[in-house]
């Protein structure tokens, strides 16, 4: 089992940042994929970005604007994300995806105008 635990939500403006951090309750390999999503309201959960064997990949709606990184050392993932717009509020939840996915409880991003 695998428990991850999200940190640094809340309310910005907009063209404002925020990073979003998500730690592992244990050991993670960078051979499965780790990362984030969100869920705007009556919106599906979609893809924001994830790093496998250290090389991060990026939904189309956040090129340019937010970055990946991940640390092996303290099993973390972090999500820095520039020039938030109005339509990047949703909850941001981090998984990592090994035998099965796990799920972090989400963490609320709020862009205001």
């Known amino acids: 089992q695998v428990q991850l635990v999200e940190s640094g939500g809340g309310l910005v403006q907009f063209g404002g940042s925020l990073n979003l951090s998500c730690v592992a309750s244990?050991?993670?390999?960078?051979?499965?994929?780790m990362g984030w999503y969100r869920q705007a309201p009556g919106k599906q959960r979609e893809l924001v970005a994830s790093?496998?064997?250290?090389?991060?990949t990026y939904a189309d709606f956040v090129k340019g604007r937010f970055s990946i990184s991940r640390d092996t050392a303290v099993n973390t993932v972090d999500l820095q994300m520039n020039n938030l717009k109005p339509e990047d509020t949703a909850v941001y939840y981090c998984?990592?995806?090994?035998?099965?996915?796990?799920w972090g409880q989400g963490t609320q991003v709020t862009v205001s105008t």
């Open positions: 998984y990592y995806r090994a035998n099965r996915i796990y």
């Open positions: 244990r050991t993670i390999f960078t051979a499965y994929p």
């Open positions: 790093v496998t064997y250290g090389q991060p």
